[in-house]
């Protein structure tokens, strides 16, 4: 046995002070990103530690990825047991994780099937190509003419065929030739939508709250018009829920408020854990049953411990103290932002735990004002220009929203005399 005999152990070596490490990132690491200069060392529940010992409260969990906390006990000793067992054996095999994994996230989601994937991007990516499948094989469009109807301002993933319908030029430019058959009309519009719908429309693909965009929540009656919009006209309703889903909102689904049930739920992020990247595309029988050996896959998706995970994850969910935790202490974080509008707070959006925060830009951009937070120990990302995010780890307390929202008003109270001195 390859191992009998003993292992060797790879002891990985802290890189500090801080601004070492992040000159071995500089050399190494393509330019692909511009963090906050805080170097992770170690995390629990909503607090990050960096090399220096510096602790940081996280207001972004990893957009999202981490909505449970970091190293959730629970999430951890079911990853630790997997370890224990067996990793990955690739579809090739099946494993005693992946039909539980798949039936319990099908429950949750209320549809028949799951196909599991590893990325956002991929799940946003094989929604596309299911949509597209469905569309030849079952609303019988001719093959290669399906559209695809998306929003402007969307946030979709990275790949190549997600940012041909992308309107974020740094994002786009360079990058193509870019893949036809999108249209783009505005987000909250259902009268733009209807009249983009054509007999070749496949699908429409929306976030239900764009995260990217600024936390920007629909009109009311916006989900629900587009729900019967798909309805109406035979057309697959797709909601990405990578970033608004799993209780980010304080529902199970950003869909849940107004009440709508997609024809494709897209997953990812939170389904992971916080530890490893699961995504899934979850529908009905009728759409994912277009797809047949061969035509789809990934080696890594539904793997058994990304499946082991992903169960752990479903099961707290089942729970719904997450959904409550974000639905009360999202309250509680709006109103606190909301009593900044008029000192250096322009406008909040946003439901539960998730916020939107545009920022008087005279008092300094979102990149900046960041760095002045994470200097107090709040760490939250820029979205655009002067719109801050707050999308902290559902176990945050009250009192840490607290102390986050008042570091955050001494720091707009600073840049607010700062420039007055000038
Ligand atoms: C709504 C939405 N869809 C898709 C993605 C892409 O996910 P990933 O970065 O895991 O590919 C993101 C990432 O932020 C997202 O917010």
């Not at 500089?26 to 200069?37: G, I």
């Not at 099961?315 to 008029?342: C, K, P, Y």
Request: hydrophobic fraction near 45%; include cysteine.
């Amino acid at each position: 046995m390859l191992h009998a005999g003993g292992v060797f152990v790879t002891i990985l070596d802290a890189v500090t002070p801080t601004s070492d490490a992040i000159a071995v990132e500089n050399q190494f690491v393509a330019h692909n990103y511009s963090p906050l200069p805080v170097v992770a060392a170690s995390a629990e529940g909503a607090w990050i530690t960096d090399v220096e010992g510096k602790r940081y409260l996280d207001c972004l969990a990893a957009y999202s990825a981490v909505n449970f906390g970091h190293r959730n006990p629970e999430i951890i000793a079911t990853a630790h047991a997997q370890l224990d067992t067996v990793t990955l054996v690739s579809r090739a095999f099946h494993s005693d994780r992946l039909g539980p994994f798949c039936r319990a996230l099908a429950e949750l989601c209320g549809k028949e099937m799951v196909l599991p994937m590893n990325s956002g991007a991929e799940a946003v990516e094989s929604g596309i190509k299911v949509a597209r499948k469905w569309g030849t094989d079952v609303k019988g469009v001719p093959a290669g003419r399906g559209n695809i109807i998306v929003a402007h301002n969307n946030f979709h993933g990275r790949t190549t065929t997600i940012i041909s319908f992308s309107d974020d030029e740094t994002a786009r430019r360079g990058f193509g030739p870019y893949t036809p058959g999108f249209r783009s009309v505005p987000f909250g519009d259902a009268d733009a939508m209807a009249a983009a719908i054509d007999d070749d429309t496949v699908a429409v693909l929306i976030e239900p709250i764009q995260g990217e965009a600024g936390i920007i929540v629909p009109p009311d009656d916006y989900l629900p018009r587009v729900r019967a919009l798909c309805s109406e006209r035979n057309v697959l309703m797709i909601a990405d829920e990578i970033q608004s889903g799993l209780a980010r909102t304080g529902r199970t689904f950003a869909c849940d408020h107004w009440g709508v049930v997609p024809d494709i739920y897209l997953l990812g992020k939170a389904l992971g854990g916080g530890v490893v990247p699961v995504s899934a595309v979850v529908a009905n029988q009728d759409i994912l049953g277009v797809l047949h050996p061969g035509e789809h896959g990934s080696t890594f998706g539904g793997n058994p411990l990304a499946a082991a995970i992903g169960t752990t994850v479903v099961n707290i969910l089942r729970r719904g103290e997450f959904q409550s935790r974000s639905a009360e202490l999202g309250e509680r974080l709006h109103a606190r932002l909301r009593d900044l509008i008029g000192h250096g707070v322009e406008a909040v959006r946003g439901l539960g735990l998730w916020a939107g925060v545009d920022i008087d830009p005279s008092l300094g951009t979102g990149k900046q004002i960041s760095m002045r937070l994470a200097a107090r120990g709040v760490l939250v990302k820029d979205t655009h220009g002067s719109t801050l995010r707050f999308a902290p780890p559902l176990v945050i307390t009250a009192e840490e929203i607290d102390w986050a929202t008042s570091q955050f008003a001494d720091v707009l109270a600073e840049s607010g005399s700062h420039l007055s001195e000038i």
